[in-house]
């Protein structure tokens, strides 16, 4: 339903498993219509109940796959009188227009979430959803560390409070696949407790001659594992604190813990040297090949690895420096925003909803991905099987949390170059932590 991550736009596919089941709406209930996003939110009441007229509503992405256009026939199904226009536009053209879309005297009723979503918000364009969450009792059901991605300040720059912009519609997860057939020849056969033992098991790898790990650092591929390595060492509040932008944080030490990681592996020889060289996309592709016993990268390949091998491929959450530590995993969730210019937003709204219910699903679904609501997920095997049950971990130590670069826009490329130069040996883990945290805080301080 939605894609993978494309130049300067994450491109998500719908995954990752939320334990969540549609809240009972309130049916029958004649509530004020709330205003755009600086309107105050979760003091207006709102109405959950669709209208009985004919309305249209005009859904734009940066997708067009088969999944968006399943959920949007499920949907007009169960409101016929609803018709749903579903509007793509290519991922990198999509980024550079939605600001004069949303500007414009007769924009699209709902779009797909992406950051300058943040300050659409803070001119007023996108509706708050606050009063809906309230309505729906999302916050009872979604996950905290999930909705606070789409929750914003006034200004747009802090994360996690403040008005919602967005109703989360997936959770794509950073986690680590891998080969059987590599893993279980070198003696690994178990799934890493700790980060410890997913380091012997790397070593155990290089030991019996295959190469450990992929890594495409030419593009964002450094940056998902990065982040993985990065959660893995982190307090979870401290890190929420910084990736969503809260005054006076500071995680320099972790970062350049991380980055010392990535460098030891890159000198013990768990990369190829050609990593640096290497884009995201070539190394999942070495990877289905049968190239390395591991990759961190997103559960949207699942279903590209699971073809090429089979019952052989499988997934976990990199696992945290302590066993007992709480799970934390990148899970930048996939979203959607209503226009505050809408016609017909309690419709538009409902269909965000419709997003999570079991009526959804098969849209869900038919690409490998997994729905929102559980029942929708019964009967997957195989790697997506290992993806829900890594997602359940997820969401029941509320661990999610974004994409490092999310949380400053200069932080895509000093993150990118800076991954590169540590991997090469030519700059140290605390001079790539300094640059990372000068960027963040010339846009947050």
């Not at 494309?6 to 009972?24: D, E, H, P």
């Not at 934390?328 to 419709?347: I, L, M």
């Amino acid at each position: 339903m939605f894609a993978q991550r494309s130049r300067q736009v994450r491109r998500v596919l719908l995954t990752g498993a939320l334990a969540l089941i549609t809240a009972g709406t309130l049916a029958g209930c004649n509530f004020l219509t709330p205003t755009a996003s600086n309107s105050g939110g979760g003091s207006e009441k709102v109405s959950t109940e669709v209208p009985d007229e004919e309305v249209t509503l005009r859904v734009a992405d940066w997708d067009n796959s088969e999944s968006m256009e399943m959920v949007i026939e499920a949907f007009e199904k169960q409101y016929p009188q609803v018709n749903v226009e579903h509007e793509y536009t290519e991922a990198s053209d999509y980024q550079k227009t939605i600001k004069l879309v949303m500007q414009s005297e007769n924009p699209p009723d709902i779009v797909q979430y992406n950051t300058p979503v943040r300050e659409l918000g803070a001119a007023g364009l996108i509706l708050d959803l606050t009063p809906y969450e309230e309505a729906y009792g999302w916050a009872d059901v979604i996950p905290g560390s999930l909705l606070d991605q789409t929750r914003f300040s006034a200004d747009g720059k802090t994360m996690g409070e403040g008005s919602l912009l967005a109703a989360p519609s997936t959770v794509p997860l950073v986690g680590v696949f891998y080969n059987k057939g590599l893993t279980e020849p070198a003696g690994v056969t178990e799934v890493p407790a700790d980060f410890a033992d997913f380091e012997d098991a790397l070593a155990k790898v290089k030991a019996s001659g295959s190469l450990p790990l992929q890594l495409g650092a030419l593009d964002f591929g450094g940056i998902h594992n990065f982040a993985a390595v990065l959660n893995a060492h982190s307090d979870s509040d401290d890190l929420r604190s910084w990736l969503f932008g809260q005054k006076g944080a500071d995680i320099s030490s972790t970062i350049s813990d991380a980055a010392a990681t990535m460098q030891e592996w890159a000198s013990e020889g768990y990369y190829l040297p050609s990593a640096n060289g290497t884009g995201d996309a070539d190394a999942a592709a070495k990877f289905a090949a049968g190239s390395s016993a591991y990759l961190i990268t997103g559960s949207w390949n699942a279903n590209a690895f699971e073809e090429s091998l089979g019952d052989d491929v499988g997934f976990f959450l990199l696992p945290m420096d302590e066993a007992s530590w709480p799970q934390v995993a990148t899970a930048s969730v996939a979203a959607f925003s209503v226009s505050a210019k809408t016609e017909h937003p309690t419709a538009a709204v409902a269909f965000l909803d419709f997003l999570y219910s079991k009526e959804a699903a098969p849209g869900v679904t038919v690409t490998g991905n997994l729905s929102l609501n559980p029942e929708g997920n019964d009967g997957l095997e195989g790697v997506n099987a290992d993806i829900a049950d890594a997602y359940a971990r997820l969401a029941e130590a509320d661990g999610a949390v974004i994409f490092p670069d999310q949380s400053a826009p200069a932080l895509l490329d000093v993150l990118t170059g800076g991954l590169q130069l540590v991997l090469a040996g030519n700059s140290t883990p605390e001079d790539f932590s300094a640059d990372v945290q000068k960027a963040w805080s010339e846009y947050h301080e």
